[in-house]
Structures are given as C-alpha cells and as structure tokens.
C-alpha cells in the first residue's frame, strides 16, 4: 500500500464508519495520546523500565499503526499529500545530512 492509497483508504473508512473526522485539534490530542503508548511500550520493553505484566502483551507494531492512521487523519483534513511531503523531506535530509552522520565519531 502506497501513503497516497493509505490516505484514501482512510478517507474512505472515516466516511463510511467513522461518521466525519475528529476536529484537527482532538485529532492532535489522540496523536499525542498514542504516540505515549509507544513511547511507553518502548520505554518498558527496550528501555531501563520494567515492564508491566499488563504491557506484555501489547503489540509495538499495533500501537505504531495507530499513530499512522492518526496522521494521515491529519493530513488528510489539513491538505497534505504524504507522499510527496515525505518525498520532500527525504530530499531535505539528504542535502543537510549527507556527510553529517559519516563524519560523526559517536557513529563509528
């Protein structure tokens, strides 16, 4: 699936379950709310926590999805094209960042 297909595909579900997108701002809350489940998840299971009996279980790749679909929401009702704003973006950090990481002693 392309993130030009993820975005209809989206479109297509909010329109035909999810009744109308959640207002830009609440969509904004929930991103931030999902990605702390991630951040969680990673803190407890690859970090220095421990991790809770009640987390085990939690799928990382689930929980990552989420914050997909959140964003693309976003994107959607903001305008964005993703693929061609991650295009963009590819292209930016390839210019800025070319020799910036090989030159990095931390790296090595």
């Known amino acids: ?5 993820a975005q209809q ?12 997108y959640f207002n830009e701002m ?6 931030t709310e ?3 489940e991630v951040a969680r998840i990673m ?6 926590q ?9 799928d990382i790749g689930d929980e990552m999805a989420d914050v997909l679909w959140v964003l693309i929401c976003l ?3 903001t305008g964005v094209d993703l693929t061609q704003a991650f295009k963009n973006n590819l292209k930016k950090k390839t210019l800025r960042d070319k020799d910036r990481h090989h030159q990095n002693p931390k790296l090595k």
């Open 75 to 77: 994107a959607n009702q």
């Open 26 to 31: 609440t969509n904004l809350a929930i991103l």
């Open 43 to 48: 803190a407890r299971r690859y970090g220095e």
């Open 9 to 20: 595909e989206v479109d297509q579900w909010i329109k035909l379950h999810g009744v109308r």
């Open 34 to 36: 999902e990605v702390g």
């Open 50 to 58: 421990s991790e809770k009996e009640s987390d085990k279980g939690k």
């Open 1 to 5: 699936m392309t993130l030009q297909e």
